[in-house]
């Protein structure tokens, strides 16, 4: 077995957050980072960017709603490093509060990039992500906000523990048909496409958990959904309350957790702490 640098990857890393994390795990992870960005010259910006502060972080193309591009991503991953050790799905969308952009493609955006891209990344790079492997999805409260605005029966079908990732698709999906149809608050869902997209993001690092227990213990791979807050980013605007740097830090701990740690696992965590939802 050949001897490879260890790697961490973190998805929607030219700016904000994910710009915050690469950041901080180039100076904290003992290994290479690699940025990846959708726009290849933002990207190769962001890298320049942390060039001049004296890091040395790598640049690989990343679309997350390309299939063909998370697996251009997984062949590298596997020819440079023979797999992956951390991986932060970072990269999402959300539409302004005022956008004019009709509810049921805001929907359909929403869940077709935070929820269903998000889910094939992991779909193709969990399987090699190495023994000890640490992956963060950032996912936010606006989630667990988003199921309490669910009706009853919702909810109780996303705390379900036996729901599997395809009943979970399926309830997405019908979020998006039910908008589109006009009868989604009548069939009990909140007025939120990025709280819903966030609430499938938190369901499914459960689900991914619980099958990595299963399938792949004896790797004590550790899976966790993060909330960074309220931060000021183009996404939020100049609203948030926290600055990136602070949005960086529980995602940074969840990838840096010790070798020999057994949790968190399967959990959804703000300000470094476990949250109920």
């Keep these: 077995m050949p001897s490879y640098t260890r790697v ?10 994910g710009f915050a994390i690469a950041r901080d795990l180039c100076r904290q992870f003992p290994g290479d980072v690699v940025l990846t960005a959708r726009d290849v010259e933002r990207g190769w910006a962001a890298v320049q960017q942390l060039q001049a ?13 390309d299939l063909q591009s998370i697996r251009a991503l997984r062949a590298f991953l596997r020819r440079e490093y023979g797999g992956l050790n951390v991986l932060v799905n970072n990269a999402g969308i959300a539409f302004k509060i005022d956008d004019p952009t009709p509810f049921d493609i805001q929907a359909e955006m929403t869940l077709k990039t935070n929820f269903f891209a998000t889910r094939n990344v992991c779909s193709e790079l969990l399987p090699i992500v190495k023994p000890h492997g640490r992956v963060v999805n950032v996912s936010s409260l606006q989630g667990s906000k988003a199921l309490e605005n669910c009706s009853e029966d919702l909810q109780e079908k996303f705390r379900c523990k036996t729901l599997t990732e395809e009943d979970l698709v399926e309830l997405m999906k019908k ?11 009548r069939e009990g869902w909140p007025n939120s496409a990025y709280g819903v997209s966030k609430l499938g993001v938190t369901v499914l690092s459960r689900i991914l958990a619980q099958r990595l ?10 899976l966790n959904a993060c ?11 100049a609203h948030g309350s926290r ?26 965590v703000r300000d470094k702490v476990v949250q109920t939802w």
């Design 243 to 268: 600055t990136v740097e602070e949005g960086a830090e529980t995602p940074v701990y969840l990838a840096l957790l010790p070798p020999d740690a057994t949790g968190p696992h399967g959990q959804l």
């Design 8 to 17: 961490a990857l973190v998805t929607g890393a030219n700016k904000g957050i």
């Design 213 to 222: 227990d299963e399938k792949r213990q004896a790797d004590r791979i550790l």
């Design 227 to 237: 909330c960074p807050g309220w931060v000021k980013t183009d996404m939020v605007g």
């Design 53 to 65: 502060e004296g890091l040395s972080p790598r640049f690989h193309q990343l679309d997350i709603d």
């Design 175 to 185: 979020f998006v048909e039910d908008t589109k149809n006009e009868v989604h608050e």
